[in-house]
């Protein structure tokens, strides 16, 4: 029975948590247009654009200059890693840097760089982001042919080819104004929706006989409903009332 009636009271308090959001509808909707909007702005006048560029390189280690064999192909693949390593080494970055005369760090430079290898692949996927899109082109076609001369150095590798030239990209990639936008929408509704359902928890005003009893645990004897016709007579007296202290104030000035 203990377990029925706590049942009961938690069934109640999420209708009317839900009733209460209902009521507060147009609010909550309100809240998530605005910081939507704010989101929207924020991403397209405050955030910069970021672009980003992408170059490949096909490296093959040859173990002998008359045809490729199955090792060459293997021991390839196993030194993609340290190719991904050279890629973005001080040794590249610096080179980078002088000769396009860029106005940052080695180490930032190389933030910007993102090396992938596919899967069972010889390919370096090289991809630049910058806040310019044609100076993320000039970037990862510089990184992508001062890279392939270090690796012919230092590895020793001389069939180092560039499978696709740097790309000029015509769209960010961030910021996401449609998700961040999407995001403050969701954020607006949510923060709004916890405001109300705080409120409402935080409010212990008695409202009805259903408040009384699920409070105190006393049932209600009787109800007392508001009349309009009394609430319209006690108008109406206050209305004569000020009419009569009107009257006697004229009264005392014709005197």
Do not use: C, W
């Amino acid at each position: 029975m203990e377990a029925n009636k706590q049942n009961d009271e938690i069934e109640i308090d999420i209708r009317q948590i839900a009733i209460v959001l209902l009521h507060n509808i147009v609010i909550i909707i309100m809240a998530g247009v605005i910081i939507g909007l704010l989101a929207l702005l924020t991403s397209k006048l405050l955030l910069k654009p970021i672009y980003e560029s992408s170059t490949s390189l096909y490296i093959l280690n040859r173990q002998s200059q008359t045809a490729t064999t199955i090792n060459d192909l293997q021991s390839s693949t196993q030194l993609t890693k340290d190719y991904t390593i050279l890629i973005t080494s001080r040794t590249v970055t610096e080179r980078v840097i002088s000769e396009l005369n860029l106005d940052m760090t080695s180490d930032q430079l190389a933030k910007t760089i993102t090396v992938n290898t596919p899967t069972d692949t010889r390919i370096l996927e090289i991809t630049v982001a910058n806040h310019d899109q044609y100076k993320a082109k000039e970037i990862a076609d510089k990184v992508a042919q001062i890279a392939s001369d270090s690796i012919s150095k230092i590895m020793q590798i001389e069939d180092i080819s560039v499978v696709d030239q740097a790309n000029v990209p015509t769209l960010p990639v961030s910021p996401n104004v449609k998700r961040n936008t999407l995001i403050g929408v969701i954020l607006g509704i949510l923060l709004a929706s916890a405001i109300v359902i705080i409120r409402f928890l935080m409010n212990d005003t008695v409202r009805s006989s259903e408040d009384i009893e699920r409070y105190f645990g006393i049932s209600t004897l009787a109800l007392i409903p508001l009349s309009e016709e009394l609430y319209d007579g006690e108008k109406m007296k206050k209305k004569k009332r000020k009419v009569a202290s009107n009257n006697n104030v004229r009264k005392l000035g014709e005197k």
